[in-house]
């Protein structure tokens, strides 16, 4: 199903399962306790290049009902969290690529011209199970993490279409988000921080509640001091002049409140 390779990975799970048959009723099974996901590593399929990677997952304080659904989650702690996007000479992504992801414009032959005519047919005359379908979508279950927490990790970004390729690094990323919730109308609190290539620190504060499409958002973001020369060939390619020094400094400020959006930005 996967264009990549697992190198490692440790699984560690300890709790209490508890299972009760409740005569003309649906069995009830909990669980209690953690579990995590260590020295987990992957490289792409293709060239064997770190992809995804993470010293540590933990899962801590699972609270887990099935009957009914429900999660709590006390805390997800992410380590050293390492993830490499890279297009390549031939315009691939190797992130698409591992997830078997490509565009194919392939001419149609009379056979499947015929059988994607009966299949837009079938469709068409199903409306009325595919609107059924749709309205019987349950609510989403009880779902809450009281923190999810994250330190030390890194996005990378190479690409080698162009001549010469562009690197960009984020790292020492970390922070936290807590009170996620999809039962309660509060907002989860968002900090977080980074650097682009060393310097250039990023902050990103506010609150969000994922889980309701009618709730008030805000988002902060801000950069300082970005060095603007890693970029330089996309302006000699786009503009025709290459970047020799350069800071980019941003400070956003995003308004949500269902679909309506207000910004201010100061670039």
Do not use: C
């Not at 997800?76 to 996007?85: E, M, N, P, T």
Request: charged letters at 20%.
């Amino acid at each position: 199903k996967l264009n990549l390779f697992i190198l490692g990975s440790k699984v560690g799970l300890h709790g209490l399962v508890k299972l009760r048959t409740p005569e003309n009723s649906l069995p009830q099974v909990t669980f209690d306790g953690d579990a995590s996901l260590d020295g987990f590593r992957t490289v792409d399929g293709v060239f064997g290049e770190d992809l995804v990677k993470w010293d540590a997952i933990h899962f801590n304080g699972i609270a887990a009902n099935l009957n009914p659904q429900s999660v709590a989650i006390k805390e997800i702690a992410v380590d050293s969290l390492y993830v490499r996007l890279a297009v390549e000479t031939n315009k691939t992504v190797n992130l698409l690529n591992a997830l078997r992801i490509t565009n194919t414009n392939t001419v149609a032959t009379n056979e499947t011209q015929m059988a994607g005519s009966k299949t837009a047919a079938q469709s068409e005359a199903r409306p009325a199970e595919i609107k059924a379908a749709a309205g019987t979508n349950a609510s989403l279950p009880d779902i809450s993490i009281g923190a999810i927490i994250i330190t030390n990790t890194a996005f990378v970004f190479s690409d080698r279409s162009i001549k010469p390729e562009v690197n960009l690094a984020i790292r020492d990323f970390g922070g936290w988000i807590a009170g996620l919730s999809t039962k309660q109308l509060q907002h989860a609190d968002i900090a977080l921080g980074a650097k682009v290539d060393g310097v250039g620190p990023i902050a990103i504060t506010g609150t969000l509640n994922p889980f309701n499409d009618k709730a008030t958002n805000t988002l902060k973001v801000s950069f300082k001091d970005v060095d603007l020369t890693p970029v330089s060939p996309y302006a000699g390619k786009f503009a025709g002049y290459r970047i020799s020094q350069g800071k980019l400094n941003l400070d956003l400020n995003y308004l949500i409140v269902g679909k309506k959006l207000e910004s201010k930005n100061v670039i």
